[in-house]
T-cell receptor, first 112, second 113 residues
Framework: EDQVTQSPEALRLQEGESSSLNCSYTVSGLRGLFWYRQDPGKGPEFLFTLYSAGEEKEKERLKATLTKKESFLHITAPKPEDSATYLCAVPRVSGGSYIPTFGRGTSLIVHP | EAQVTQNPRYLITVTGKKLTVTCSQNMNHEYMSWYRQDPGLGLRQIYYSMNVEVTDKGDVPEGYKVSRKEKRNFPLILESPSPNQTSLYFC????????????FGSGTRLTVV
């Protein structure tokens, strides 16, 4: 069964304390992995799409990397405004189409 | 401003009373979809549409209907809501199904009593 598992479920950091979030997946024939950020009471906001092992993408303090079994979202010197839930997802084949399977997310809190 | 607009933001209704949640996008996107988000379960796709008049079931379609008569609109219809449909609902759109940079709406929090 295709699955997407995110860890940890929750993470508390001090401002400036770098860390990484993990997204592991079991899906045959990966067709991309994407990361979203979700603020409380709002819809997810697209961050990155990664397509192949070894690929990396960066945006401000965030860097996403991809291996054959997992993706990491590295947060360098986080600030309180980076506090949010981070979601990853992979598309899986279903009846000739692709349906995104989302992980349950990592809730990140950055304390000043 | 490029956006996906959902209405209403909050809705409390009674079991069995038909309701519609509207979704509209102004980006000329072909692909639109509906999700529900529940604690501990994450985002799950309800229905999707690859273009006008083309819709298909996602992972949790039971109890829902959709239609896509115009490119910009993709309403979600609950013919006979039940309490287990209490959830946070999101509409999303993208250029095509293979474009995974979805733009999400702000969400509709539905409570069925």
């Amino acid at each position: 069964e295709d699955q997407v598992t995110q860890s940890p479920e929750a993470l508390r950091l001090q401002e400036g304390e770098s860390s990484s979030l993990n997204c592991s997946y079991t899906v045959s024939g990966l067709r991309g992995l994407f990361w979203y950020r979700q603020d409380p009471g709002k819809g997810p906001e697209f961050l990155f799409t990664l397509y192949s092992a070894g690929e990396e993408k960066e945006k401000e303090r965030l860097k996403a990397t991809l291996t054959k079994k997992e993706s990491f979202l590295h947060i360098t010197a986080p600030k309180p405004e980076d506090s949010a839930t981070y979601l990853c997802a992979v598309p899986r084949v279903s009846g000739g189409s692709y349906i995104p399977t989302f992980g349950r997310g990592t809730s990140l809190i950055v304390h000043p | 401003e490029a956006q996906v607009t959902q209405n209403p933001r909050y809705l409390i209704t009674v079991t069995g009373k038909k309701l519609t949640v509207t979704c509209s996008q102004n980006m000329n996107h072909e692909y639109m979809s509906w999700y529900r988000q529940d604690p501990g379960l994450g985002l799950r796709q309800i229905y999707y549409s690859m273009n006008v008049e083309v819709t298909d079931k996602g992972d949790v379609p039971e109890g829902y209907k959709v239609s896509r008569k115009e490119k910009r609109n993709f309403p979600l219809i609950l013919e006979s809501p039940s309490p287990n449909q209490t959830s946070l609902y999101f509409c999303a759109s993208s250029l095509s199904q293979g474009s995974y940079g979805y733009t999400f709406g702000s969400g509709t929090r539905l409570t069925v009593v």
